[in-house]
């Protein structure tokens, strides 16, 4: 039985090349703090402004270097607002 060979549209296309999709957005960095971007499956409480984060809304997931258990979720202008207070 002969080989069949696939044409090229046939074949499912490789996947794109993603970048890390957790690196902290610009101008959220602080000295001694991990800033991941994510979007959550539920709601959290931004500490800066006590205001809630929706499910599935882009935020930021913020821990001290030293303590990566007291991770706190924030709204990105929130915490931007607060590196800037830190400085």
């Not at 959550?40 to 499910?55: H, S, V, W």
């Amino acid at each position: 039985m002969p080989r069949r060979h696939r044409s090229a549209r046939d074949r499912t296309p490789p996947p794109l090349p993603r970048g890390p999709s957790s690196m902290a957005p610009a101008g959220t960095q602080a000295h001694g703090y991990t800033v991941r971007q994510v979007s959550g499956d539920k709601a959290y409480l931004c500490p800066g402004c006590n205001g809630q984060i929706t499910a599935g809304l882009v935020h930021v997931v913020v821990f001290e270097d030293e303590e990566p258990d007291l991770r706190r979720h924030w709204h990105t202008p929130c915490w931007r607002q607060e590196v800037r207070r830190l400085r």
